[in-house]
């Protein structure tokens, strides 16, 4: 099976960066997404690593260490519009294709 | 047309109601799925459907009926459902073989 971690919630402050971490153990490995969730809203594609590094995309980046099963969503200049839930789904090797998704963290920009 | 459509956005419902959910996308897509979200849970994965064939069952109880006439329409028909099911019901879609999932708005589901 697979397990995904990633913290409940976090605050930031408008202006100011705040990085998400999601940590998983899955039998195998075959790329890790993060979505964006407003509340009452469908989840939208953010990002996808299957490589180790980071992929930067604007305000948002994402990195993967696949050794250390570990990745982290990097949002710079936040916004109050950043406030919202951000899911880290892993796909493993091998069967299904689809992904597992975690908790989801919810993150709320103050003023 | 928004990419994935899901109707209706609420619904309430007794126990012993029937009543569907229904999902249309609009990408041209192949691949649709139904996912369960509760409060505080991960997304749940109920139905994936492959060029109308069902591909996978995660285990849901036989109280929630997929079916899928066509690559661009999905339905999830449920019946003497429980106060736990109440959740939002999301739809997704995409094309087999690429990495992203559309999703729609959902359905909030209350069974009362």
């Known amino acids: 099976g697979q397990n995904i971690d990633q913290p409940t919630e976090m605050t930031a402050t408008e202006g100011a960066i705040v990085q998400i971490n999601c940590t998983y153990q899955?039998?195998?490995?075959?790329?890790l997404f993060w979505y964006q969730q407003h509340a009452g809203e469908a989840p939208t594609f953010l990002s996808y690593?299957?490589?180790?590094g980071l992929e930067e995309k604007g305000r948002f980046s994402s990195f993967l260490s696949r050794s250390k099963g570990y990745s982290y969503l990097l949002l710079k200049e936040l916004q109050m519009k950043d406030s919202a839930s951000y899911l880290c789904?892993?796909?493993?090797?091998?069967?299904?294709?689809?992904?597992?998704f975690g908790r989801g963290t919810s993150l709320i920009v103050h003023p | 047309e928004t990419g994935v459509t899901q109707t209706p956005r609420h619904l309430v419902m007794g126990m012993t109601n029937k009543k569907s959910l229904k999902c249309e996308q609009h990408?041209?897509?192949?691949?649709m799925y139904w996912y369960k979200q509760s409060a505080k849970k991960p997304l749940e994965l109920m139905f994936v459907?492959?060029?109308?064939?069902?591909?996978e069952n995660n285990s849901v109880p036989s109280r929630f009926s997929p079916e899928c006439p066509n690559s661009s329409h999905l339905f999830l028909h449920l019946h003497t459902l429980q106060p736990e099911d109440s959740a939002l019901y999301l739809c997704?879609?995409?094309?087999?073989?690429?990495?992203?999932?559309?999703f729609g708005p959902g359905t909030r589901l209350t069974v009362t």
């Open positions: 990408l041209g897509h192949n691949a």
């Open positions: 690593n299957v490589l180790d």
């Open positions: 789904a892993v796909r493993a090797s091998g069967g299904s294709y689809i992904p597992t």
């Open positions: 899955t039998s195998g490995f075959n790329g």
């Open positions: 997704a879609s995409s094309q087999v073989g690429t990495d992203e999932q559309y």
């Open positions: 459907y492959n060029f109308k064939e069902q591909t």
